[in-house]
Structures are given as structure tokens and as C-alpha cells.
């Protein structure tokens, strides 16, 4: 069963929000604010039945969002190393207005279900504690550990070089045919290309 991605691009720092669908099924990755009248309603105009928010990190901007499908009954995912993240969004830095959220579930490192979905989960520490890739089949949900023709921020709270560089690493050695759908900028790359032009990946 192939998936079909239909992204969005929101809020004022330009945050990629991607849903993921499968028959009339979806789930929603890192629903940033602004997410209620943009990707709610496309979930709604389309019929979608809407089985679980995946975050891949747990910055306000990737989870502000997700209290909003949480009300409504949609158990929220997220690495445990980043509850305390979600569940201070509104504390945020540059004070935009978002919803704490306080996951349900946990990842587990490997194969996770939600609903009819099933996913791998790699967790890459690094940007944050708790940053995680989500795979579906060829597509991999980058967060915000590798964008084109870079890398995620190590200098915020929770991020750490070293581990950053290992995290990486393990990336690397993911299939080359490999979809990369980032958390901002450019997505749709090839892993491959990034292995080959990436000077973060590179040199690895
Ligand atoms: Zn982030």
C-alpha cells in the first residue's frame, strides 16, 4: 500500500507539516500552530479519518499544534525525552501564542503502530534529546535533524553536537531511494543526493 504525502508550509517560521495518507486514512507529522484552519480543514474537506499526530521533535513550533487534534481524541506521539518540551510549547522563546500538549504515547526504537499505520522509528539525538526519523516505507520524516543541504541547530537547549554527528551517521547508512521530507525548506530530496552533496553528510 504507497502512501501519498501532501504537505503544508506554516506559521511564521516557515514549518513543514505533512499528512500522510493511506486510503482514508491519515495521520499528521509536527502540526505546528496554525495548523487548526489549514490542515484540519483539509483532513475534514476530504473526509479523512485522522488516527494519530506524530511529532518528531518536541519544539513548540513542530507541537503546537497538536493539542488541537488531541482534543478532538487523536493520540499524540512523541519520543519520551521530549514530553517536558511539549508539554511547556506556550513557554516559548519568542512567545508565540500554542497549546502545551502532553503526549499519549511513546515511540519505541524500530517498528510503532497507530491506527492502520506502521512506521519505523529511529531516534537521532542531536537537534533535541528526543528527535526521532520516522520511515513509511521510502519516505523518511526528517524532523528537524537533516534538511537540504544541511543539518538541525545543536545550539538550542537539548542539543548536543557529538550526538548530532552519530545520529547522522546512522542516517547514512539508510537506502539511497529514500524520500527526505524535512520539518522546514526544501523536502522531496533523494537520501541519496544528500549522502553525495549534503557537506554534513559527506564527510561523515
Ligand atoms: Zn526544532
Redesign the pocket.
Same mark, same amino acid.
Given at each position: 500500500m504507497s502512501y501519498k504525502v501532501i504537505p503544508f508550509t506554516l506559521g511564521m517560521l516557515g514549518n513543514n507539516v505533512y499528512v500522510v495518507q493511506k486510503e482514508n486514512n491519515c495521520v499528521v507529522i509536527d502540526p505546528t500552530f496554525d495548523s487548526e484552519n489549514t490542515v484540519d480543514k483539509f483532513i475534514r474537506n476530504n473526509g479523512l479519518h485522522l488516527e494519530a499526530v506524530l511529532l518528531t /521533535?518536541g /519544539?513548540f +513550533? /513542530?507541537c503546537g499544534g497538536a493539542g488541537d487534534f488531541q482534543k478532538q481524541g487523536v493520540p499524540v506521539f512523541c519520543n519520551e525525552a521530549d514530553d517536558s518540551m511539549c508539554r511547556s510549547a506556550s513557554a516559548n522563546r519568542w512567545n508565540i501564542k500554542c497549546h502545551d500538549v502532553v503526549p499519549d504515547r511513546h515511540y519505541i526504537e524500530g517498528e510503532n503502530i497507530a491506527g492502520d499505520f506502521r512506521f519505523d522509528v529511529m531516534f537521532v539525538p542531536g /537537534?533535541?534529546k528526543g528527535g526521532v526519523c520516522l520511515i513509511f516505507d521510502d519516505l523518511l520524516f526528517s =524532523? +528537524?535533524t537533516l534538511f537540504h543541504g544541511t543539518v538541525?541547530?545543536t545550539d538550542?537547549p537539548g542539543g548536543d553536537y557529538s550526538e548530532m554527528l552519530r545520529s547522522l551517521k546512522r542516517i547514512s547508512l539508510l537506502p539511497d531511494n529514500l524520500i527526505v521530507y524535512p =520539518?522546514h525548506s526544501d523536502y522531496g530530496m533523494l537520501l541519496g543526493d544528500e549522502k553525495r552533496a549534503n557537506p554534513y553528510l559527506n564527510r561523515l
Open positions: /521533535h /519544539h +513550533d /513542530h /537537534h533535541t =524532523g +528537524d538541525g541547530r538550542l =520539518g
